[in-house]
């Protein structure tokens, strides 16, 4: 049984080695992720999430994990900014509001999927021009869905959440730990 995380991302990695979990390969998935017209923001995370788990190549006992983080403004979908236009139009977008951070988590061993979507709440205070300049210029919302990241200087924009704050970040911990479990994996069993 290998293990094997389907996700490019670096906080993933990050996030799942605070579980002590370290993965035998990793193998970023390269699926279309434009949403589909009309498309809700939880569906689409979720089958976003479900695309990326069966797109990664495994052997029939490996474990595969993928994940897909959505920011969900009402009905609308802020994906991953194309430039640092859109960035600052998603910034103003969500200044002075709240909305919520989706985090659709699924594991895959041969046919056999599991799956999870962690819906938490985020609030950013009224951003001035200057803080939205000031943070466009760190570059630190390139590749993050909303154009921001909690675990970075926007976190100086997030005076409240509700939900989980690993969610947030791209991996929620708590129902990552449980699913990896429910599919076989030997979590914890070393420390035994
Ligand atoms: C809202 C938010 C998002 N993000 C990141 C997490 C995700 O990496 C990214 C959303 O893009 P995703 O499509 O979920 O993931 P990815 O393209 O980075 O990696 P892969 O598909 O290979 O797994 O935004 C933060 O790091 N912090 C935050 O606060």
Same mark, same amino acid.
């Given at each position: ?35 589909? !017209?009309?498309? #809700?923001?939880? *569906?689409?995370? @979720?089958?976003? &999430?479900? /695309?990326?788990? $069966? =797109? ?18 009402? !009905?609308?979908? #802020?994906?991953? *900014?194309?430039? @640092?236009?859109? &960035?600052? /139009?998603?910034? $103003? =977008? ?99």
């Amino acid at each position: 049984m290998a293990f094997i995380l389907g996700s490019g991302s670096p906080r993933r990695l990050d996030l799942l080695a605070q579980l002590g979990v370290q993965p035998d390969a990793i193998s970023a998935p390269d699926i279309d992720e434009d949403p589909e !017209r009309g498309e #809700l923001p939880l *569906p689409y995370c @979720a089958r976003i &999430a479900r /695309e990326k788990v $069966h =797109a990664v190549t495994a052997a029939p006992n490996d474990i595969v994990l993928c994940a897909d983080t959505t920011v969900a403004l009402g !009905r609308r979908i #802020l994906g991953k *900014p194309e430039d @640092a236009g859109q &960035a600052a /139009e998603f910034l $103003h =977008a969500l200044s002075g509001r709240r909305h919520r951070v989706i985090t659709s988590v699924a594991v895959r061993r041969g046919d056999r999927v599991l799956q999870r979507d962690v819906v938490s709440q985020v609030k950013v205070k009224r951003l001035s021009d200057v803080e939205i300049n000031a943070y466009l210029a760190t570059g630190d919302w390139q590749g993050k869905a909303g154009a921001y990241a909690i675990q970075g200087p926007a976190g100086a924009f997030i005076p409240w959440i509700s939900g989980s704050f690993t969610g947030i970040v791209g991996l929620p911990l708590s129902e990552t730990a449980g699913l990896l479990q429910g599919i076989g994996y030997p979590l914890y069993c070393e420390a035994l």
